[in-house]
């Protein structure tokens, strides 16, 4: 490790900016779509692939504000799921390229 990889300090953790209610997790969903590329449309297919019918109207209330008509809180349970069914859909659609491409 050379001098410009050094950290300046330990890794601590950081403090707790918020209250954290399982029973609304939105916020944190938010957060992940933000962080990665993950669309709401590949969302809600992820969840159909895996039997739970979610809605446009469902992932859009995930997003709102609590103080908007349509919010609808995420439980950390639903953030779970959520997160489980997209890794397992993106597997199945890599697993599916892959064995076109193995076919031609």
Avoid at 6 to 28: F, I, S
Avoid at 67 to 90: C, G, M, Q
């Amino acid at each position: 490790m050379t001098d410009q990889d050094t950290p300046a300090r330990e890794y601590t953790r950081p403090p707790m900016t918020r209250g954290v209610d399982p029973q609304r997790m939105n916020w944190l969903w938010q957060l992940v779509l933000q962080a990665t590329d993950l669309d709401p449309a590949d969302v809600r297919q992820a969840l159909n692939a895996v039997g739970v019918a979610a809605t446009d109207q469902r992932l859009a209330s995930w997003q709102a504000s609590d103080r908007d008509e349509n919010y609808f809180p995420l439980t950390i349970a639903e953030l779970e799921r959520n997160l489980r069914a997209v890794i397992a859909w993106k597997a199945k659609r890599t697993q599916v390229a892959e064995d076109i491409v193995a076919q031609e």
